[in-house]
């Protein structure tokens, strides 16, 4: 509707002043799923930035401009600072490639005029001052993993199944040579749980590295088949189920100087988990966090790093439900015998000062909420950022806490979601941020003092002119009567009270998510605008299983996952019937993966109230999910069957009443197909009639165009049985 | 409808009588579907019969009763002749085990008093004269496949992929040890194609056995999943897609005697196939029909049985399309020196008498019918007894053929799908048959003279009382202009020529198979029935592509498979819009496997004519077929790139415009799941949505209570989209 002719401008001037928001534009789902081709024209203005020490640099394809001096004021007027082309002007191109953007650019010494940028060829460090190269590093084609240490200039990397580490002058050392998909080395493990993310762990100067061995040789092979080779072909991918017989996992610790490996004698690694590795400064001591398969304890282990010997259990925690530890140890940077240990313990997420023996010092954070971040250190105030839910449970912010005192202050402003990075020495931080009144900031923010933030840029709405609905936050009571919980609900645009309209649930509800943010559009999905623009009101509520709420909030559900959630989504079902703009025979629900579950057991549960359902990846029974997610809050299949039988929707295939779409990545690894499979087969049997789709070479969530067509696909169903 | 209270009985008592039709039951799918839990109570009655040398016997699980006497004539009351409890007081039933039912019972020992019946613990032949046993062999627990031989009382048997002979004493001899998936041994080979359904063949005494062997650890695996384990598992199945490497076939010869084997000397087997074995009746040569990849040439080679050594080529046909041979040669039962050879050779499957010298004697059937099968012979006669289609290209009736004279005659009236078993000497024929006036009838009929046939049972018409639509046969020409193609039509029940309802196309169209025949109801299928009775007219038409109407008819469609079959449903789609009562803007199409295929290359190539669509198996992408069928159609991939371009559906995606839902059996072991993923893929990035079904564990197609809910799925799609 860009262009219009002057007759239906006239006409248009006739009508009443409600139906010209029929003239504002329409979003197709290409403006607004991630994938879709203009997707990135309708997201908020966005711009890359790095520290240099104090000073703020902002980054384009072409340049670094200084926007800050060094005691955190915003220049006027940014600076060019370093080119493209002043780097490669002067760098021999033939022998270190060339240098395509400065987007990525990095200033990692502190103190030393030395800026890091990525060439064809790999990664170069160049003196800007001096206009040289100061090192260069090849590319490591091909390789699984890779990780590379400032100080020393070494670079551990996987390749093959193998670990290799080169060192600054490019000299390789082969470290392992049985490496194979059975045997994995520096690669993360555990399934990515307990925070894992990574394999690799150097060593703060970069004289050693810490690496993950995985050998999964007894694990079962999960078969996922590509077929888009010439004949489909099989692709295993070892899975091990709830109960089902696990990985062992040890850790290795290798010496640049000396090319040795040792390996830290945690005993028997059957059925153990160990995460959250950690260096002390002086590289001598590895920290880890131990849990028995149980879940039921944690421990932090000291080793030493040169022989492996298990030096001292310097912290035990224990819960009859589970201990869920995901952030490693922090060293206090001016004291090198005090860290930073985190726990739930209290029933919040929060802060705790160790020293190195093990003895407690302080909590250094306390209250009803939850810190979501030990952002970093302003070693000159000595004090610790974070990012908590202080000043709401669906607000995020940056506090400043005094190690001495324990005397928190909040640093910017206390309202929306906001997250950022720390200059050099903590005194600064560069705070990207949102809230239902700003679309998208970028402020400059000191850690010591409170400040009035200064504004690098205040993104416009990219969304003006078109057909926005109108987006509320709320919070309604719990199931259980007190607890508040929050949610968001969007009306459909063009709304007219006096109609009824349906509307849709989206769900997640599982543990280690939170859907309501007070962030822009209480964070809205592009889905969700769409549906809003098609006539659906859309609510979203974060029920007590959720996280970012406490322990009590999120672990109520242990083993019988599904039962409080739903209660608690029925609560919201029964606030969205109050409205009198709101059709209650018209009421559908989707979610994915967990929000998968809870579509589809909602769809079976209460088949009286849920009229269509469209379930992304969803688990189906928690014997097919794998040990560590799953035994966490289910225990084994052998250690509580009934709930497992319970929370089984196999058993409720026979339920089904209204339409149900189960939509799948054909090689999901995460939420494998045999869920979905299974449910299949178990309404065949029951004589239901489940509808399904499948994305071949997919995996757990869809990515690129075939996230726009999903979105089309789940419309189109609401669209067909709900409308 | 099965109770009316009074006031609705008066209300209906006001109607007109058109409307009393309502009144009638109406079918469930449960009724009309194999697999239906009552799908037995409305099929037409049938019955188990037997040869006993020329009496015909009649046979229930507890008595085997002698029905007519040895001269043909029915009795007027049949009489007891045998019964289960007979044969069990006499035998030793801790070492036999006991017999549980006469249902399958045989008389396999003219002139003998001897019935073979199963018992427990094996196969037990016994002599109802003298009352005792003759012979018992145990039953072989776990074999993949087995072969009795009644003369000599050998059995070979395959187990553990290895070959076994056990003689009549019990005495057993491992023939292979080297058998695995990946080299099979005594099983089916190429696929089933070329008439192929088992790998042992006993010589006519059962002193030599033939068998296959299959090398085919060269072969592609297709990875199948099994998701019923406790962690579903892969279940490689070798599958050699068009154009990619094959297997190898060769063909072993055992001697009982000597306990040799010898593999017959047919040089090279590398894309080659040996089919139709068959022996000569004093057991010295073995015959097969071999064919090199390219399938344009069968010859017919004897070898000797002793040696190995290739003998001679009798009979050699060639076709620049391709030659088809299904049939072994059978040898005359007076003259075990002339044999029966069938050939397309003249555009019709005919039969030609040859001499073991491989000379040509004369073509004993000729002209523009096809031989659909070789009965047997009445040796006292002379005469070879056949079914065809003289009497119409949708019936199938007996004939006797005079060896000498080639002189005809047909045998049951001429009407109706019919088919049978002869007696010992060929003399007698049980013939059961159907046609659109005939629910099903069981006659006597003489192979020598034309005689009256006596009816042994006349079924009822079992849907008696209920709501069956009007179903009708005719003809229209093909898209050629001057073929004729038969169709059924059926018309919704309580059918109102003033209306207009939506029409759902059932099509198959590939070679090998014909979906209309003059049999009851026109051979129409259950869920036609049920669909009528919902309100949709159907309509089959059998195009030029599909069986039974000779070579051009079937092989029009040569290296370029659906283009013809789709013009000649189209026009099968101009006659049903001519009829005042179809909608022209609901039409829908249904079709399985080949019917697949067409079914969704119809939606999307004429994507105006086609509204709703739901394919079943379909084939997407030629390339993905099978070998041996696939390149006798299609050629390979190689030799004709462009066929295999244009017939893909992967590059139609993008024309989808109505609704189509994918339904596919997930273990589909023939038409593998990469077509139908391959095609959901190809949708997504054209952006197009198809629908899609999977059924875990089920094949090409569903079986049991599967079929139910699959034809239910089917019709809800319809109900849907197309009402």
């Known amino acids: 509707m860009k262009k219009h002719n002057f007759s239906l401008l006239a006409a248009l001037l006739l009508l009443p002043l409600s139906l010209m928001a029929q003239d504002k534009k329409q979003f197709t789902l290409d403006n607004l799923i991630p994938g879709g081709a203009t997707f990135?024209?309708?997201?908020?203005?966005?711009?890359?930035?790095?520290?240099?020490?104090?000073?703020?640099?902002?980054?384009?394809?072409?340049?670094?401009?200084?926007?800050?001096?060094?005691?955190?004021?915003?220049?006027?007027?940014?600076?060019?600072?370093?080119?493209?082309?002043?780097?490669?002007?002067?760098?021999?191109?033939?022998?270190?490639?060339?240098?395509?953007?400065?987007?990525?650019?990095?200033?990692?010494?502190?103190?030393?005029?030395?800026?890091t940028v990525q060439t064809d060829k790999g990664k170069l460090q160049y003196d800007y001052k001096n206009k040289q190269v100061v090192w260069f590093g090849a590319r490591n084609i091909g390789a699984q993993a890779e990780k590379f240490e400032k100080n020393s200039r070494n670079t551990a990397f996987v390749k093959d199944h193998n670990l290799f580490v080169r060192t600054a002058d490019g000299t390789t050392n082969q470290l392992t040579a049985d490496g194979s998909r059975e045997l994995v080395y520096g690669q993360s493990v555990h399934r990515d749980e307990f925070g894992i993310t990574e394999g690799l762990f150097w060593s703060p100067k970069g004289n050693r590295l810490a690496f993950y061995r995985m050998d999964q040789s007894m694990v079962a092979d999960y078969p996922q088949v590509d077929i888009f080779k010439?004949?489909?072909?099989?692709?295993?991918?070892?899975?091990?189920?709830?109960?089902?017989?696990?990985?062992?996992?040890?850790?290795?610790?290798?010496?640049?100087?000396?090319?040795?490996t040792v390996y830290l004698k945690a005993g028997d690694p059957t059925d153990r988990y160990f995460s959250n590795i950690s260096w002390a400064p002086d590289e001598q001591t590895v920290y880890m966090i131990e849990l028995p398969r149980s879940q039921d304890?944690?421990?932090?282990?000291?080793?030493?790093?040169?022989?492996?010997?298990?030096?001292?259990?310097?912290?035990?925690?224990?819960h009859p439900k589970y201990v869920h530890p995901v952030h490693p140890i922090t060293f206090l940077p001016w004291n090198d015998k005090q860290f930073i240990y985190q726990s739930e313990r209290d029933g919040y997420n929060h802060l705790y000062l160790f020293d190195v023996e093990g003895k407690e010092l302080k909590q250094l954070t306390k209250g009803q909420f939850v810190v979501q971040e030990l952002v970093g250190f302003n070693s000159k105030a000595k004090s610790v950022i974070i990012r908590s839910t202080e000043a709401s449970p669906i607000r995020s912010n940056f506090y400043s806490v005094s190690v001495k005192s324990g005397k928190r202050q909040v640093l910017d402003g206390g309202e929306g979601v906001h997250s950022g990075k720390l200059s050099a020495d903590g005194r600064y931080i560069l705070n990207s941020w949102?809230?239902?009144?700003?679309?998208?900031?970028?402020?400059?923010?000191?850690?010591?003092?409170?400040?009035?933030p200064q504004t690098l840029l205040d993104s416009k709405d990219p969304w003006e002119g078109y057909d926005v609905p109108e987006i509320t936050g709320g919070t309604i009571k719990a199931a259980d009567g007190t607890t508040d919980l929050y949610y968001r609900l969007i009306k459909p645009t063009n709304f007219d009270a006096s109609k009824r309209y349906p509307a849709v649930v989206y769900v997640y509800g599982g543990p280690g998510i939170r859907n309501v943010e007070e962030a822009r559009n209480y964070d809205a999905r592009g889905w969700e605008i769409y549906m809003a623009q098609k006539g659906y009101v859309i609510y979203v509520l974060d029920n007590r299983g959720s996280c970012d709420r406490g322990f009590e909030f999120e672990s109520c559900t242990y083993r019988h996952l599904g039962d409080e959630e739903m209660k608690d989504q029925m609560e919201g079902v029964r606030f969205l019937k109050s409205l009198p703009y709101v059709d209650a025979d018209r009421i559908g629900v989707h979610g994915w993966s967990f929000g998968g579950f809870m579509t589809t057991n909602l769809m079976l549960t209460y088949p009286e109230t849920f009229k269509v359902g469209v379930?992304?990846?969803?688990?189906?029974?928690?014997?097919?999910?794998?040990?560590?997610?799953?035994?966490?809050?289910?225990?084994?299949p052998e250690e509580n069957p009934e709930g497992y039988q319970n929370s089984s929707l196999l058993n409720k295939a026979k339920n089904l009443k209204g339409r149900l779409q189960i939509i799948i990545g054909y090689n999901d690894p995460t939420c494998v197909p045999q869920h979905s499979l299974s449910f299949l087969n178990a309404c065949m049997e029951a004589g239901?009639?489940?509808?399904?789709?499948?994305?071949?070479?997919?995996?757990?969530?869809?990515?690129?165009?075939?996230?726009?067509?999903?979105?089309?696909?789940?419309?189109?169903?609401f669209e067909d049985y709900l409308k």
């Open 40 to 115: 990135w024209d309708f997201y908020p203005e966005y711009t890359y930035c790095a520290w240099n020490d104090n000073v703020l640099m902002e980054l384009d394809a072409d340049n670094a401009y200084k926007v800050s001096d060094n005691k955190g004021k915003l220049l006027k007027n940014r600076e060019t600072f370093l080119t493209k082309d002043d780097i490669n002007s002067q760098i021999d191109q033939e022998k270190y490639g060339k240098v395509r953007s400065m987007m990525y650019c990095s200033f990692d010494y502190p103190g030393q005029p030395v800026v």
């Open 615 to 636: 379930a992304g990846g969803p688990v189906i029974d928690w014997k097919y999910y794998e040990v560590m997610y799953g035994e966490r809050y289910m225990d084994t």
């Open 230 to 260: 010439r004949e489909a072909t099989y692709e295993p991918d070892k899975y091990p189920m709830a109960g089902m017989t696990s990985h062992k996992v040890t850790v290795g610790i290798y010496d640049v100087q000396t090319g040795k």
């Open 434 to 452: 949102s809230s239902p009144k700003v679309t998208r900031r970028y402020d400059l923010v000191a850690t010591e003092k409170v400040s009035t």
């Open 297 to 318: 304890k944690a421990e932090l282990v000291s080793y030493d790093a040169k022989t492996g010997e298990r030096l001292k259990v310097l912290y035990t925690e224990t």
């Open 688 to 717: 239901t009639q489940p509808d399904f789709f499948a994305y071949p070479g997919q995996g757990h969530n869809m990515i690129g165009i075939s996230r726009v067509h999903l979105h089309d696909r789940i419309t189109r169903y």
